[in-house]
Nanobody, 124 residues
Framework: QVQLVESGGGLVQAGGSLKLSCTAS????????MGWYRQAPEKQRELVAGITSGGSTNYADSVNGRFTISRDNAKNTVYLQMNSLKPEDTAVYYC??????????????????WGQGTQVTVSS
């Protein structure tokens, strides 16, 4: 079974920083794009940042310059460093990964995984 496990959320004052981590586990063969999404109450889930296997990144305009996404391919882990946090960054943050994993002896399958979500709360 393959899954994503997140950590690092919490409560922080405006202007503060947090770092989220997300690790893929199981019979992982390779991971393509990884990313972070967030969902605030009564709002749709939105992309925060993404990173390809080669390290190319993209960011939502609202976080560009404040957040940094990175990954450690050897550890199957993606990070989100969040600086200069604002109350409007308050949301549940979900990691996402497009993975290839081994199924049995002969098969490699593809699946898009989601983490369980971690709450980030920024107080004013």
């Amino acid at each position: 079974q393959v899954q994503l496990v997140e950590s690092g959320g919490g409560l922080v004052q405006a202007g503060g920083s947090l770092k989220l981590s997300c690790t893929a586990s199981g019979s992982i063969s390779s991971i393509n794009t990884m990313g972070w999404y967030r969902q605030a109450p009564e709002k749709q889930r939105e992309l925060v940042a993404g990173i390809t296997s080669g390290g190319s990144t993209n960011y939502a305009d609202s976080v560009n310059g404040r957040f940094t996404i990175s990954r450690d391919n050897a550890k199957n882990t993606v990070y989100l460093q969040m600086n200069s946090l604002k109350p409007e960054d308050t949301a549940v943050y979900y990691c996402n990964a497009d993975v290839m994993y081994k199924s049995g002896t002969y098969y490699v399958l593809r699946r898009v995984l989601w983490g369980q979500g971690t709450q980030v709360t920024v107080s004013s």
